[in-house]
C-alpha cells in the first residue's frame, strides 16, 4: 500500500494506492491520526488503485469519523472501483461516508 498526500488550499488529497489490509491499515491510521490532518476542513480520498479494503482498513476509517465530524472536517471519498464500494454498500458503510463518482464531483460537495 502506498499512501500520497497533496494539499491543496484547506483540502488534504489522499491517494491510496494497492491493498488496504491489516498490515498497511497501521500506515493509513498513522497519517490520518497526524494532529496535522486537523488544520485541513476537507479530506478528499482517491481510491481509483485502491484494489482491496479488509475490515481493519474499514476500521481505520470508521475510527477517525466521529473526530473528523466533531472537528467539522469532510472525509470525502472518489474514484471507487466496484468491488471495494460494494464492501461498503454491504455493510451499511455508504450511508455513514460520503461516497461520489470523481473528483470534480467531490471538490463540489466538499466545498457546499
Given at each position: ?8 488550499d484547506s483540502t ?71 468491488k471495494v464500494r ?14 461520489v463518482s470523481d ?10
Open positions: 500500500m502506498k499512501i500520497t498526500q497533496e494539499i491543496k488534504v488529497i489522499m491517494t491510496l494506492d494497492g491493498e488496504l489490509d491489516a498490515s498497511s491499515s497501521v500506515l493509513l491510521d498513522e497519517e490520518l491520526s497526524d494532529p496535522e490532518i486537523m488544520k485541513y476542513s476537507k479530506i478528499l480520498v482517491d481510491c481509483q488503485n485502491l484494489h482491496y479494503i479488509s475490515s481493519a482498513g474499514l476500521g481505520v476509517f470508521i475510527s477517525h469519523l466521529q473526530r473528523f465530524e466533531d472537528a467539522q472536517i469532510k472525509l470525502i471519498f472518489y474514484n471507487m472501483q466496484d460494494n464492501v461498503f454498500e454491504i455493510l451499511g458503510l455508504d450511508l455513514l461516508m460520503t461516497i473528483y470534480e464531483e467531490a471538490r463540489t460537495i466538499a466545498n457546499e
